[in-house]
């Protein structure tokens, strides 16, 4: 087949000049993206957004100053046949964070760790949360128990609900203490 007696290889090259306009324009493409994501990633590095960035997410993986402390919770509760499990954390926007536990997996049993800046923004932020700036409260209602112990910019909350509210309730006080103990 012929078409205006050059044959397929009039075709062909049309074919391949559009196959290399194609792949110019993707190369194009591509660099100009890799340049913005690398003047992105150097104006966050210029601007400390990620540095802090870093040290967020440090602190919700345990890392860090906040490391000792959470490991010294986790393993306290293990050796108490504990598991802290549903492992959740949240940056409190102030330098702060808070992690949330399930305690065996149970929805009932919910212990708290939030860590401060420093210990008068530990008072102001339990009294919002909770209504009780003191280092140690204890709230009840039907619903069920909240126990709070704190020290320095460290504040630990067990919430017991339902029926089973004393199940774990001496063990977990003990560990308070203890993670308490060692702050210093």
């Known amino acids: ?3 205006n007696g050059k044959g397929l290889h009039y075709r062909s090259g049309r074919v391949k000049s559009v196959l290399i306009s194609m792949v110019v324009v993707l190369c194009t493409i591509s660099v100009v993206a ?3 994501s690398n003047v992105e990633q150097e104006r966050k590095i210029y601007t400390r957004q990620a540095t ?3 040290i967020v997410r440090a602190k919700s993986q345990g890392h ?3 490391g000792p402390l959470i490991q010294e919770l986790d393993e306290a509760f293990a050796a108490k046949g504990i598991k802290l499990m549903n492992n959740m954390s949240a940056d ?3 330098d702060g964070i808070s992690y949330m536990y399930l305690l065996n997996g149970s929805g009932r049993h919910i212990v708290k760790v939030h860590i401060f800046s420093d210990a008068p923004t530990r008072v102001a932020r339990m009294n919002e949360m909770y209504g009780n700036d003191g280092n140690e409260a204890v709230m009840e209602n039907v619903l069920g128990k909240t126990t709070i112990r704190s020290k320095d910019y460290v504040s630990l909350v067990y919430t017991a609900s339902g029926g089973e509210k004393d199940d ?3 063990d977990v006080m003990q560990v308070f ?3 308490l103990e060692q702050l210093k």
Do not use: P
Request: glycine letters at 14%; a negative charge.
């Open 1 to 3: 087949m012929r078409v």
């Open 34 to 36: 890799c340049s913005a």
């Open 52 to 54: 802090d960035e870093g």
């Open 64 to 66: 860090g100053l906040n």
């Open 92 to 94: 409190d926007g102030e």
């Open 168 to 170: 774990y309730e001496e």
């Open 177 to 179: 203490q203890h993670v």
